[in-house]
């Protein structure tokens, strides 16, 4: 598709403007359009076409690849053999008979509202200032009384042909009119030039704005529950993190999850108020919001004073009884139709937002972004709860209108399109000394194959910055951790859980080596060597280990330990003793957290020196000393003593964590691999 109009061009301007500011519509959420003349290729007449945002995309990102181009006239012939509601999906299948060209993105489920309505630009927006108009329980009267006569109440029908149908007859119906109030859903505007339709759009949402901040009331969620309050910020992270493992373990029953936290203050204020129980039952209306956080939350019925230990034990009573009443409500609804036939299976009746008083918000999803963008909608979804109790009464779509849509047929196969997930994905990864070298390969090769990734290292600004080269704080964090200071890893991994919920893989790669003999090996050069090595490993270990067991979904603890572990080399007593000792921590750890589902196994490398850090800092020169060479040669010298001749690299060893984690040795535990090229002496025994 090659950009040739300019209506298209101010249609990707315009939308990038509308879905930068969020006040205007959520991620992802809305859809705009823009209408022109093209050129027919094979006639070279003139033709009606419309772009429109296609399906999936975001308005405040969209390019010309996430446009769909459609002739106008094709498409309006579609009305000549709509086949009535009960089968206006069918009409989704159709749009692909009307699309201009080759390439761009595919039609969405609102293509007919934007080319049916006779506008040349058409913004459809979810703002949560018009959504809480929208599920008002008096909603059409105070469109009337908001807008007077330039904005039409439209009543809830589900996105589709029919929709656009009747969008179409309201603005032929009211050519005064700017746009609509969508019942339970959102708005939409139009106008004859971009630029008024995007001016139209602006005045509704800024109007409904002004309306509910002068006339709403001051505590539409009403008054505080004395005990509900937030807790300070400290005391508020610490108990986040120590619940959140429990919380991520029960959102993943069905299939494991991501997770993102937030302690926002409209989240703890919501959390604080006594409408919470209440609303929070009556579920999300835009269907946007509930696709991504469900129908309702799961809300913790006990105060911030409440214990940890209480907490969890009333959080998997409560679990209980939401799958019990999501089952429920699947099997309310999902009733043979004779158009459709069966409904989808259930996909899962674990929570998606849990609401934890004086704490804050725990989201989850498929991956750290959708988890991200789950809370973000929930958010969303307090911001219309508030506006529409602030007027009136908030009065979502029914239950049974959002089982029609979160078990669409058409919301299915959009999942069933969706590619087969790497072999980590929902897996959350914590690396240590990950900045450089080796652990910085593994922390890369994780992240490729779906990982979320957290980067620990001595040196914070390194290990932000390993984490930014591997993409944004969806897919990586870097956090500071001395592993030698137990609460520095303890502050370690509340980072991880904080950020993605809880953690899956744990790898003991920090390090560091001096080359000496007995003789010249001090005291303090001893302790050091065994304090980062053997001691940062028991400490990462059991801190990870708390957090493993209290999820429940089993995981993966991996030690970075060395040749030298079982290979007696010259001039390294105090590294190759700490190395050993790694080693039967691995073979100790496999033992007591089998039960657990906790796999526990070691990687052996050797003559790893370009890209390491241990040979970078001094242990290179040392070792090419001991053997009489020079230091540049020390990668080829230990290349040609192993049996394969080859070279030993970072990324070789970061290939054995990635498959000693890795769905195809999901029965294998205490074993350590060698990546050393072959070295007959290193031989496990």
């Known amino acids: 598709m090659t950009m040739t109009n300019q209506a298209a061009a101010d249609l990707i301007a315009r939308s990038n403007r509308l879905g930068a500011d969020p006040k205007n519509t959520n991620y992802a959420g809305g859809n705009t359009s823009a209408k022109g003349t093209g050129t027919d290729p094979v006639t070279g007449e003139p033709v009606e076409l419309m772009w429109v945002k296609g399906s999936g995309g975001d308005l405040g990102t969209l390019t010309e690849q996430g446009l769909a181009v459609l002739r106008l006239d094709r498409l309006r012939d579609l009305v000549a053999v709509y086949p009535g509601v009960e089968r206006e999906d069918e009409m989704v299948a159709a749009f692909d008979y009307t699309l201009h060209g080759k390439g761009g993105a595919a039609p969405s489920i609102d293509t007919a509202m934007h080319g049916l309505v006779n506008a040349a630009h058409v913004d459809h927006l979810h703002p949560d200032t018009g959504i809480a108009i929208a599920t008002s329980a008096d909603g059409e009267e105070l469109t009337a009384k908001i807008f007077g006569d330039r904005v039409v109440w439209v009543p809830w029908r589900r996105p589709g042909f029919q929709l656009g149908l009747d969008i179409a007859g309201i603005k032929a119906a009211n050519p005064q009119a700017i746009g609509c109030i969508l019942g339970g859903h959102g708005i939409t505007a139009w106008g004859g030039t971009s630029e008024e339709s995007e001016r139209n759009s602006l005045w509704i949402i800024d109007t409904a704005a002004a309306y509910l901040a002068e006339h709403g009331k001051a505590d539409p969620f009403g008054a505080v529950v004395p005990g509900y309050e937030a807790l300070p910020e400290v005391e508020r992270r610490a108990k986040a993190a120590a619940l959140a493992p429990t919380i991520r373990g029960l959102a993943s029953y069905d299939r494991p999850q991501v997770g993102h936290f937030t302690d926002a203050d409209v989240v703890l204020e919501f959390c604080s108020r006594e409408k919470l129980a209440p609303l929070a039952a009556l579920g999300t209306s835009c269907p946007d919001h509930f696709l991504r956080t469900k129908v309702k939350p799961l809300v913790l ?13 009333r959080l998997k009573e409560l679990h209980e009884q939401y799958r ?28 998606a937002i849990v609401l934890v008083p004086g704490v804050g918000m725990f989201s989850f999803g498929a991956n750290k972004q959708t988890a991200r963008v789950a809370g973000e909608f929930y958010v969303n979804a307090i911001n219309v709860m508030r506006g529409a109790e602030s ?15 979160e078990y669409w047929a058409l919301e299915e196969a959009k999942l069933q399109r969706m590619p087969k997930p790497k072999t980590h994905a929902t897996r959350v990864a914590l690396v240590t000394g ?23 290292d001595l040196d914070l600004e390194k290990a932000q910055a390993a984490a930014a080269e591997l993409g944004d704080t ?3 964090i870097g956090v500071q951790a001395n592993v030698t200071d137990a609460a520095a890893v303890q502050a370690a991994i509340d980072d991880a859980v904080l950020a993605f919920g809880g953690l899956d893989l744990v790898v003991n790669n920090a390090g560091l080596s001096l ?12 302790d050091l060597q065994h304090d980062v090595m053997a001691k940062g490993s028991f400490l990462v270990s059991k801190a990870a280990a708390r957090v493993l067991i209290d999820q429940g979904l089993g995981g993966d603890i991996i030690y970075i330990s060395s040749k030298n572990s079982v290979f007696a080399g010259p001039n390294n007593i105090a590294y190759s003793a700490t190395k050993a000792d790694q080693a039967h921590q691995v073979r100790l750890l496999a033992v007591e957290l089998g039960e657990y589902g906790i796999k526990v196994n070691g990687i052996n490398p050797d003559g790893v020196v370009r890209g390491s850090g241990i040979f970078a800092s001094g242990w290179g020169a040392n070792r090419a000393k001991t053997y009489g060479i020079e230091e540049e040669d020390l ?6 003593r192993t049996i394969l001749k080859r070279e030993v690299l970072p990324e070789h060893v970061a290939n054995a964590v990635f498959v000693l984690t890795g769905p195809e040795l999901s029965h294998t535990t205490g074993l350590h691999v060698p990546v050393d090229a072959g070295v007959a002496a290193a031989f496990l025994r």
Request: contains cysteine; hydrophobic residues 40%; aromatic residues 8%.
């Open 391 to 405: 007027v009136s009464t908030y009065a979502p779509i029914s239950d049974d209108e959002k089982f029609r849509i």
């Open 635 to 640: 990668g080829t010298f230990y290349a040609q």
């Open 474 to 476: 969806d897919v990586a």
């Open 434 to 456: 990950a900045a450089s070298g080796i652990g910085k390969a593994i922390a890369a090769r994780l992240a490729a194959e779906g990982a979320c990734v957290v980067i620990a």
């Open 515 to 526: 080359s000496k003999p007995l003789l010249e090996t001090t005291e303090a050069d001893w």
């Open 301 to 313: 019925d006990l105060p911030a004073s409440a214990s940890v230990e209480e907490s969890i034990a």
């Open 324 to 351: 019990a009443d999501y089952q429920t409500y699947y099997d309310a609804h999902a009733v043979s139709t004779g158009s459709t036939g069966s409904w989808p299976a259930i996909r899962g009746a674990d929570p």
